[in-house]
């Protein structure tokens, strides 16, 4: 069984650039989420995708987007990069049906925004 | 809105000490708890979870949590602290359908004293 995993590792942009982060779900895993984990805090929901559809939003704004493709694996989008993006962008998945949805995350990407 | 505190930002325990992490959550509904840790430069790994049922959760690596519904609390506990338990714990709670959309708390951070 083949974990998430998630790339690139680490990314360095500068402000105003775009980025793309992926992620490959664990198999059989239909549901996957994004957060984000800023130096000395804990981890922020950004957005969920299930069977390719956006299945809700945290607080984070319309240049975090994301897609998530037949195969179950996902991508987060960040536009127009601002300092304050730099963070470690983590990727999760589960199934969603059922109580027994816990979430296996990845590594991780680190960003950093100059 | 739903959120997790926990209230200590650095833990030092002597090794073969016992341990309790704190977590409170504010959350309407039936929590669904989850406590994970954190290696540096590694993803999150689940410890253990609360979904219903005996509140003394059992988890791996000998961690267990008791679950106070009138404190609101999710506490972390281990009897013997062992050097490689030195990590980041994170408290969560689940929300929205089935829980799958975690709110973490800031965490903690642990460190052993040999």
């Known amino acids: 069984e083949t974990g998430v995993t998630q790339s690139p590792t680490h990314l360095i942009k500068t402000r105003g650039q775009q980025v793309t982060l992926r992620c490959s779900s664990q198999s059989g895993h239909n549901t996957v989420s994004w957060y984000q984990q800023a130096l000395g805090q804990g981890p922020q929901f950004i957005f969920q995708?299930?069977?390719?559809?956006?299945?809700g939003r945290g607080n984070f704004p319309p240049r975090f987007s994301g897609l998530q493709f037949p195969n179950y694996s996902s991508e987060l989008n960040v536009n127009a990069l601002e300092l304050d993006d730099s963070a470690l962008y983590l990727c999760a998945s589960s199934l969603i049906a059922g109580i027994n949805n816990e979430q296996f995350f990845g590594p991780g990407t680190r960003l950093t925004v100059l | 809105a739903q959120s997790v505190t926990q209230p200590d930002i650095h833990i030092t325990v002597s090794e073969g000490a016992s341990l309790e992490l704190r977590c409170n959550y504010s959350y309407g509904a039936t929590p669904y708890l989850f406590w994970y840790v954190q290696s540096p430069g590694q993803g999150l790994q689940l410890l253990l979870k609360y979904f219903s049922g005996d509140t003394l959760v059992q988890g791996i690596k000998g961690f267990e949590a008791e679950f106070k519904r009138s404190q609101s609390s999710f506490n972390l506990r281990k009897p013997s602290v062992h050097w490689s338990d030195a990590a980041e714990y994170f408290c969560a709670v689940g929300v929205g359908e089935y829980g799958n959309k975690l709110v973490f708390g800031a965490g903690t951070i642990l460190r052993v004293k040999s």
């Open positions: 995708y299930y069977r390719e559809e956006e299945n």
